[in-house]
């Protein structure tokens, strides 16, 4: 018999007068490398509702199915951008503030630098600090991805098919990543606590070499890339509703101090980390 197919997991709630659905699924085990994670959302809401994205290791893939958000220059909230069909964005090391009217409805897919490499065929320098049209990047045989996906009448349907196309796209790759693969790997693995210099050694290479490895397949340093992985941890914890002193969190998620903590939080949340943990604690609500 053949390996179960998971359903997806539907989880609907509501706060005040908004009402929201999530949709979440594993993806393949063979993708796992390369597709953090992917989910299914519609919200609605009396009115405009503004969101503060922060940065993390991952290039984000949202296919929108209903209104285009608007989506702000990173770092600020005056200059907008709609991309109707979605849009594509790289590892950057600031915020960035998106919007809707009151509704939005679509797909998300987080996907590690490597898979973004594979699956767009770029260089990630190329998506550094940007956002990019869905539809200008996606390859040419997946140019109608998103109305194939609004088509389909479930979840499971639309997940199967993002599956089935990078699956395609990852079998038919023919650029090496093994070793940049291997280095992010080991500072995921390590929550960012990584010597570059050591790294660097290990890997057979000069650092200068390395880091060009990194720009071309992650799209930023390894350096940089083990700040947003630290960080990344501290959001999801924060998330979760774990508690702490910031002195502790600080200690736990291997700052070098409180003060160490405060900067990277300011720098990657444009506000103050007291601040940014209530923001956190506010969006808990929605995970599933």
């Not at 809401?45 to 290791?57: K, Y």
């Not at 993002?162 to 093994?178: K, S």
């Not at 501290?234 to 508690?243: C, D, E, P, R, S």
Request: charged share 25%.
């Amino acid at each position: 018999m053949g390996a179960l197919v998971p359903c997806a997991r539907i989880v609907r709630g509501s706060s005040g007068e908004s009402r929201w659905e999530l949709a979440t699924r594993p993806p393949a085990p063979r993708l796992r490398p390369y597709i953090r994670d992917f989910s299914g959302y519609t919200e609605e809401a009396p009115g405009p509702l503004r969101r503060r994205e922060l940065p993390a290791p991952q290039v984000v893939v949202i296919i929108e199915f209903g209104p285009p958000i608007r989506v702000f220059d990173a770092g600020a909230d005056r200059r907008h951008v709609r991309y109707p069909g979605g849009f594509v964005a790289g590892l950057d090391d600031t915020f960035t503030i998106t919007e809707h009217d009151g509704f939005q409805r679509g797909l998300q897919v987080n996907l590690t630098p490597i898979g973004a490499r594979l699956f767009f065929g770029v260089p990630m320098t190329e998506l550094t600090g940007r956002v990019v049209s869905a539809p200008d990047l996606l390859p040419r045989r997946h140019a109608r991805l998103a109305e194939r996906l609004e088509e389909l009448p479930t979840w499971d349907a639309r997940f199967d098919l993002i599956e089935r196309a990078f699956g395609e796209r990852l079998d038919e790759a023919r650029v090496e990543t093994r070793v940049v693969s291997w280095a992010f790997q080991r500072i995921e693995e390590r929550g960012g606590a990584v010597d570059m210099r050591a790294l660097a050694r290990e890997l057979g290479y000069s650092q200068k070499h390395v880091i060009d490895l990194f720009r071309e397949h992650v799209g930023v340093p390894p350096k940089l890339l083990a700040r947003l992985v630290r960080f990344d941890r501290l959001v999801q914890h924060l998330k979760a509703g774990a508690t702490g002193t910031w002195a502790e969190l600080a200690q736990r998620f291997g700052y070098y101090d409180q003060a160490h903590l405060a900067r990277d939080v300011k720098q990657f949340t444009g506000t103050t980390p007291t601040r940014a943990r209530a923001e956190l604690i506010d969006l808990s609500g929605m995970s599933p």
